[in-house]
């Protein structure tokens, strides 16, 4: 897929995964629609794009706001002339057990990484059938491939992601619209940070836990955004990003119902 001339729309673009998919998209001089809560980091990403001389629109954008996010295309027509990738990378993590998860954490959380990318989907669609030789680009995880303890919320809105990709893919097939999804190992980016903490969690063990995932997110964003990109190049399906969810997904499929035995024994050692 050539990209160049392209227009593309980028949730989560003010920092970490989105602003690197941002600027290797922009690389390849394809036009973007920055959307984000923060708009002082997406004015970061339009920086770190300026020299390649492509349009850049930023657009102040929860996807957890209905009515947002229908009107989203109409503002973005405004700026380009059309959309041809719809990159739904907008993400936040919940810290936690099931138990210990709220409902109110947990529909948070999938108002954001699920229905964001739902009703992005659905708004963009009649735009990107437009085009003729469109995709959609949605962020899952590696836990969209497995399901770890202390994740379940996490867990369950990467799997829903995967699900509803997978499907839309075959739906959409000969339509010139493609669907791929993604699946980030460990990625140096500060949704770790950022995650909710429960009630009831010490700071202590808050601690400890975000000690945890700093040792498991190393992959430099830049790196992954390049290798997204390329993928959207490649019209693949499925892009793994990086050696440890390369590896995850093998031990996943070797191992669908006992996976977490060995990959606790390896954590362990």
Known sequence: MRLGGRTAVVTGAAGGIGRAVAVSLARRRCHLALADIDEAGMEG????????????????????????????????????????VLVNNAGVAVGGTFEQVSEEDFEWL????????????????????????????NLSSVYGLA?????????ASKFAVRGFSEALRHELEGSGVGVTV??????????????????????????????????LLRLPPEVAGEIIVRGVERRKARVLVGADAKVLSLIVRALPASYWKVLALRAGK
């Open 147 to 155: 399901a770890p303890p202390g994740q379940a919320a996490y867990a």
């Open 182 to 215: 993604v699946h980030p190992g460990g990625v140096a980016t500060s949704i770790a940070e950022r995650a909710r903490v429960p009630a009831g969690v010490s700071p202590e063990e808050v601690a400890r836990r975000r000690e945890q995932f700093r040792k």
């Open 45 to 84: 990403t339009a920086e770190l794009v300026r020299d390649y001389g492509v349009r850049v629109s930023r657009h102040r954008l929860d996807v957890a706001d209905r009515a947002s996010v229908a009107d989203f295309p109409e503002r973005v027509a405004k700026e380009h002339a059309g959309v041809d």
């Open 110 to 137: 999938f108002e954001i990484n699920f229905w964001g990318v739902v009703r992005m989907t659905r708004a963009f669609l009649p735009a990107l059938r437009a085009s003729g030789d469109a995709r959609v680009v």
